[in-house]
């Protein structure tokens, strides 16, 4: 069985920190652009921050209402009321943060112990937190994050005047994604049997391939929207129509009501409009194949466009550096993606059954084993 180190108690520590610091980050740009008087930015990204946070509220109380099932009402009430304040998160970081000092600190050498042992219990716990966590740090990645980084970028591409708050939000928003990337990845290794482990370069590998490919995305999108708003906004919505429609075709699964898991489905829809995920754990070869070829395709129609019509913008914007940053990203992300998927990607997926096992607790009871999440979660 995986082990919760302390090394993972320390970075889900600076993952907190991080955290709390990118919320502070947001409304200090927010208000210094509401201060000079550009209220539409402003507005959008609070919208994006408030949009983020309603969702991962959501989620996050219906797991905890799916694990509680059957336990005592009022200290589900008392956790509704934290999520409704949009606290949720903290909720969830206190319980990984106690059950990951005692997995990490307190617990003694299990070697030899099988995965039903009731010293490995805590273990579980622990990784069965710090998961759920992870899978809330993708959406918030996907639906606040990614967004303003494009908003971010989009805005020194237009006026080209830059401050510091503006390069404070850029910086957050990659650190954010690439926590949110790695810390995923790491997490589907842990919560899945029959991985291998997540070495240090294999991390580095897969973080270059998600941030590559999605800023160059995020580069050819602004200046899309630079060019036409309306043709940007007609874009993004039929992206996010086709993947949307291809996550209906996919069945999910990973809600228990039919509101909760459509809400998903639309999320996942938002998504797969910045980056590629496998939403059942199948071989997707030809999926991602189709996927990254069509965004290479609508990446040189963009460029091709400038090009053809030469606006007076690309003057402005420097338009050969953004294009060649673009490519550039393009093609190195491609590469990464090659190599992960050659040498580093798992391709055994866990079956239902893996987590059906009896635990051995103490005084011969058998404590049940629920199936985590992961299994029916986005997967690479």
């Known amino acids: 069985m995986v082990k919760f180190t302390k090394q993972n108690f320390f970075f889900l520590v600076g993952g907190m920190i ?142 080209g005047k830059t401050h510091f708050y503006q390069y404070a939000a850029i910086m957050m928003s990659f650190c954010g994604i690439s926590l949110s990337m790695v810390d995923y990845q790491i997490s589907l290794r842990k919560s899945l049997p029959d991985k291998d482990e997540f070495h240090l370069f294999s991390k580095f590998v897969y973080l270059f391939y998600k941030l590559l490919t999605i800023t160059s995305w995020i580069l050819s999108i602004s200046l899309i929207t630079l060019l036409n708003v309306r043709i940007s906004v007609i874009l993004l919505i039929f992206l996010w129509i086709c993947g949307f429609i291809w996550t209906l075709k996919q069945n999910t699964t990973f809600c228990k009501s039919k509101k909760m898991e459509y809400l998903y489905r639309t999320v996942v829809g938002i998504i797969l409009f910045f980056s590629f995920f496998n939403i059942k754990g199948r071989r997707t070869k030809f999926c991602i194949s189709i996927y990254y070829a069509t965004h290479t395709v609508v990446t040189l129609g963009i460029l091709f466009v400038y090009m053809f019509w030469k606006p007076s913008i690309i003057k402005e914007i420097c338009f050969t550096i953004v294009s060649i940053l673009t490519l550039s990203s393009l093609v190195l992300g491609i590469i990464f993606l090659v190599v992960y998927y050659s040498h580093f990607h798992p391709t055994t997926y866990c079956t239902p059954q893996a987590y059906s096992d009896e635990m051995d607790g103490g005084a011969g009871q058998k404590v049940r084993v629920k199936s985590g999440r992961f299994q029916n979660f986005l997967m690479q």
């Open 18 to 159: 991080i955290y709390v610091v990118d919320i502070g980050v947001d409304f200090w740009v927010a208000s210094r652009y509401f201060c000079q008087g550009q209220y539409s930015w402003s507005i959008l990204i609070l919208c994006f921050r408030g949009l983020s946070s309603i969702i991962t509220q959501i989620f996050s109380y219906e797991w905890f209402k799916n694990d509680w099932e059957g336990t005592d009402t009022g200290k589900l009430k008392l956790v509704f009321l934290v999520h409704l304040f949009h606290c949720g998160i903290f909720i969830r970081y206190w319980f990984a943060l106690k059950y990951g000092c005692q997995a990490a600190f307190k617990q003694t050498s299990s070697r030899g112990t099988s995965e039903t042992d009731p010293s490995n219990f805590i273990q579980k716990q622990t990784i069965d937190a710090v998961t759920d966590i992870n899978m809330l740090r993708v959406f918030k990645a996907f639906l606040e994050t990614t967004p303003q980084l494009f908003l971010q970028i989009y805005i020194l591409m237009e006026h």
